[in-house]
């Protein structure tokens, strides 16, 4: 009996799908717009920490510089028929570890639906773009 208690457990803590985030780029102009929720806007800890990568010389993103943060990214979102998340896909970057941070930035953003297709998440790509700054 405590095996089966446990392995319910278990399963209720595991998460139901897993999403795809890839980096990506091409023309999206085709792709519907999703809507964002005013006042959305990525975690201040994941734009310090881009920031840092760029001051400290780790990461070179085109157009940023030492000091001074100042980004759009496009991005898409794969929604399956149950208007559950199957992929992200993110503009690139050029940093691979700046990219992981703004992606799960991304993903719990749109998880929590401040980027939305309008009448709501359903099955399909959509588009979006996020901009954030950090002046240091």
């Known amino acids: 009996m405590k095996h089966l208690l446990a392995a319910a457990v278990l399963l209720a803590a595991a998460p139901a799908a897993a999403q795809t985030i890839e980096v990506a780029s091409g023309d999206w102009r ?4 999703m809507r964002v929720q005013v006042g959305a806007s990525v975690e201040s800890n ?11 010389g780790e990461c070179t993103i085109p157009g ?30 050029g940093c691979a570890r700046a990219e992981g941070i703004l992606a799960g930035a991304l993903l719990r953003l749109v998880q ?7 009448g ?6 959509f588009r979006g773009e996020v901009g954030f700054a950090h002046e240091g």
């Open 30 to 33: 085709n792709i519907p717009q």
């Open 46 to 56: 994941a734009v310090a920490a881009i920031a840092e990568m760029v001051d400290r």
């Open 64 to 93: 940023q510089r030492r000091g001074n943060l100042d980004m759009t990214v496009p991005f898409l979102v794969q929604y399956d028929a149950h208007g559950t998340i199957q992929r992200l896909v993110l503009h690139p970057l």
């Open 112 to 118: 929590h639906r401040a980027f939305e297709p309008a």
């Open 120 to 125: 709501g998440p359903r099955e399909g790509w």
